[in-house]
């Protein structure tokens, strides 16, 4: 099929490609796919690709529809995160000096159009910039900290088209050209060369997905599977290179040091859990929804809600039903509403912060299922009970704390219902081959993936009832193989 150009409108793409079709943001967010266009290239140039803007909202979708987006959402984290832009700055210290060694004023701005300047002599530095970060246009500002000093990245943003100058439109459309033509491959990051796994943790995080207990049983686990484990805080970010890999047991968010964590040790090379990926897919349930709804994996009926079909959506779910923010998490960022009037005042107040949200059909049970899944493969069940006089398993008071929590029940996961298990993995092999806390309902013979959760809870007493020490030694053997396999592959290549 042919590429598709994305803009928030017609007139911010005034160019003519052969073979290109141009879409804006609107349509491309809010009608569905074709079933036969998977791999499809998608060219963001929206105005704005902030976090849950539609720009960002055209990324993430395009991933989840199975198209090829550039920038892909993790590249728009990486340029939002100094310490990332800083480390590929060490990277190409030497390409941005030979680069930059005839200029003479500081700062320094390169345009970047798909990884090429209009000056030939910065192709190399722009090329390398391109295959960092993949984004269409973007602007490098370099700076000399003192007259004698060589030129250092000092910032790196994505531009939208109207912020390319008219004189460089006719180069950009042929940089485009070239690119769509033939897109760069992608590199990846090998490790260079017993193990050391890093456990991000936090002592003062109010609901940590790993109690203190769980985290020593981890410890103690390590040594019968040969790793070395030391616990780390937010305060050790600068080691990670100390490391082999990382296990991030802190809440995740792509807004918050998790995230970070993660980002920066993948860029290590090290073997991480929660790998970035996992983590942007996991965290928005807009992602979600079309990732299940794609797979033709069971779910409730779902709309993803914007203004402009924010009317259809009581008529075609019913009341009740639930909406949820794309981020929420641990039963926050999710209301039921039980009227219309309900409805109109918490699906303004949701899309006042978000420009797509989630709504389903609201299906009551005694309880959730949660099955753990690991590298593809079912590693534990639970039942998880709704909290006393509520319709989550978590009830919390107005200010968001913690009010009640109900029971739970961990079984093998060879007694749990085969249905059940089957569509928890194959709704966790749509996010990666990490670790996830899949939440499923069952309706007699119905089963409905309900969220996919990576960072799942894993407490000393509840997730570990069933398989105790085995439990922990099965995660860290997961590590140790992807260690070792790591570490060959940098070896053979």
């Known amino acids: 099929?042919?590429?598709?150009?994305?803009?928030?409108?017609?007139?911010?793409?005034?160019?003519?490609?052969?073979?290109?079709?141009?879409?804006?943001?609107?349509?491309?967010?809010?009608?569905?796919?074709?079933?036969?266009?998977?791999?499809?290239?998608?060219?963001?140039?929206?105005?704005?690709?902030?976090?849950?803007?539609?720009?960002?909202?055209?990324?993430?979708?395009?991933?989840?529809?199975?198209?090829?987006?550039?920038?892909?959402?993790?590249?728009?984290?990486?340029l939002r995160a100094q310490d990332v832009?800083?480390?590929?700055?060490?990277e190409l210290a030497p390409l941005i000096e030979r680069s930059l060694a005839r200029?003479?004023?500081?700062?320094?701005?390169?345009?970047?159009?798909?990884?090429?300047?209009?000056a030939k002599r910065h192709d190399p530095l722009s090329q390398a910039l391109f295959r960092r970060f993949r984004a269409p246009l973007m602007r490098a500002t370099f700076a000399r900290p003192t007259s004698d000093a060589p030129f250092a990245l000092e910032s790196l943003r994505v531009l939208g088209i109207g912020d390319v100058p008219e004189s460089h439109r006719e180069f950009v459309a042929e940089a485009a050209d070239q690119y769509l033509r033939s897109p760069p491959r992608r590199s990846h990051v090998r490790l260079a060369g017993r193990y050391q796994l890093a456990i991000l943790h936090d002592p003062d995080e109010a609901e940590p997905p790993s109690d203190e207990r769980a985290l020593a049983r981890?410890?103690?686990?390590?040594?019968?599977?040969?790793?070395?484990?030391?616990?780390?805080?937010?305060?050790?970010?600068?080691?990670?290179?100390?490391?082999?890999?990382?296990?991030?047991?802190?809440?995740?968010?792509?807004?918050?040091?998790?995230?970070?964590?993660?980002?920066?040790?993948?860029?290590?090379?090290?073997?991480?859990?929660?790998?970035?990926?996992?983590?942007?897919?996991?965290?928005?349930?807009?992602?979600?929804?079309?990732?299940?709804?794609?797979?033709?994996?069971?779910?409730?009926?779902?709309?993803?809600?914007?203004?402009?079909?924010?009317?259809?959506?009581?008529?075609?779910?019913g009341l009740p039903c639930v909406l949820k923010q794309?981020?929420?998490?641990?039963?926050?960022?999710?209301?039921?509403?039980?009227?219309?009037?309900?409805?109109?005042?918490?699906?303004?107040?949701?899309?006042d912060r978000s420009a797509?949200?989630?709504?389903?059909?609201?299906?009551?049970?005694?309880?959730?299922?949660r099955i753990g899944v690991l590298d593809k493969t079912p590693l534990y069940a639970c039942r998880y009970f709704m909290a006393k006089r509520h319709w989550q398993i978590i009830r919390r008071d107005s200010s968001g704390r913690l009010e009640a929590d109900g029971a739970s029940e961990t079984i093998p996961v060879?007694?749990?219902p085969t249905k059940v298990v089957r569509a928890a993995v194959r709704a966790a092999n749509l996010m990666g081959d990490g670790l996830y806390g899949v939440d499923l309902k069952q309706l007699g013979d119905d089963v409905r993936v309900i969220e996919v959760n990576d960072n799942p809870s894993l407490d000393s007493g509840y997730e570990d009832a069933v398989l105790k020490d085995d439990l922990y030694v099965r995660i860290l053997r997961v590590f140790l193989s992807r260690i070792e396999r790591t570490k060959q592959a940098g070896r053979n290549g």
Not at 251 to 269: H, L, Q, Y
Not at 340 to 350: M, N, P, Q, S
Request: include cysteine.
């Open 1 to 78: 099929m042919n590429p598709l150009v994305v803009v928030s409108a017609p007139s911010d793409w005034p160019l003519s490609l052969d073979g290109v079709d141009v879409v804006t943001a609107d349509e491309y967010l809010t009608h569905p796919p074709d079933p036969e266009s998977a791999r499809r290239p998608v060219v963001n140039l929206c105005r704005s690709l902030a976090y849950q803007r539609s720009g960002y909202y055209v990324s993430l979708l395009a991933e989840a529809r199975g198209h090829r987006p550039i920038p892909e959402v993790g590249t728009l984290q990486d």
């Open 85 to 90: 832009v800083r480390l590929a700055a060490s």
């Open 103 to 118: 200029i003479t004023t500081s700062p320094f701005e390169l345009s970047v159009y798909f990884g090429r300047n209009l």
């Open 218 to 317: 981890f410890t103690k686990a390590a040594g019968k599977v040969g790793l070395n484990v030391e616990m780390i805080r937010r305060s050790d970010y600068g080691r990670l290179a100390e490391f082999d890999a990382l296990f991030l047991r802190i809440t995740t968010s792509v807004r918050n040091d998790a995230f970070r964590f993660s980002r920066k040790a993948a860029a290590e090379g090290l073997v991480v859990i929660d790998d970035p990926q996992s983590i942007l897919r996991c965290t928005n349930k807009v992602y979600l929804a079309e990732a299940l709804a794609r797979h033709k994996v069971p779910a409730p009926r779902t709309v993803i809600v914007h203004r402009g079909n924010a009317d259809t959506v009581v008529p075609e779910l």
């Open 326 to 351: 794309p981020d929420s998490a641990f039963s926050a960022g999710v209301v039921k509403v039980e009227t219309a009037d309900e409805y109109r005042a918490e699906i303004g107040k949701l899309l």
């Open 356 to 369: 797509l949200v989630i709504a389903q059909e609201f299906l009551p049970t005694d309880f959730d299922w």
């Open 414 to 416: 060879e007694l749990a």
